[in-house]
């Protein structure tokens, strides 16, 4: 009997393995997508850790001048909630969202800062 078997950048997955074929396809996808330019980490770990409540999303921790969070306006403080129709509850689901676009793509970012809710938009 034969057993399909992928090959995704010399990770070769064995038989129908959904879980393992998507995350496969996400780390390829992450080699080639465009840097967003933002250290980012899970807004629930750093609001708990630092007393803040629970928080859901992609918490900034830096920007880096000239890059796309930059040039949007994002500031380290913000928690990223969206990019364009895709919830963002973890830094993971940011990256992922990223790893989908191609460079140059416009995109809508729904973030909160000091509490308020507000948007913003950008170029990969």
């Known amino acids: 009997m034969a057993v399909p078997v992928t090959d995704i950048d010399g990770k070769l997955v064995i038989g129908f393995d959904r ?3 998507e995350y496969y396809l996400s780390q390829a996808r992450a080699s080639q997508a465009p840097s967003f330019g933002a250290s980012v980490a899970d807004a629930a770990k750093y609001s708990a850790a630092h007393g803040l ?3 859901s ?3 900034i921790g830096a ?3 000239g890059m796309p969070a930059a040039q949007a306006g994002l500031k380290p403080g913000d928690v990223i909630t969206r990019i364009d129709a ?3 509850n973890t830094a993971s689901d940011l990256n992922l969202a990223l790893s989908r676009l191609e460079k140059g793509a416009r995109i809508r970012i729904g973030f909160f800062r000091e509490g308020q809710p507000r948007q913003a938009e950008g170029l990969l």
Request: charged share 5%; aromatic share 6%.
């Open 19 to 21: 879980q393992q074929l």
């Open 57 to 59: 999303g992609a918490y």
């Open 86 to 88: 895709t919830a963002v």
């Open 53 to 55: 409540g629970v928080l």
């Open 63 to 65: 920007v880096k001048p």
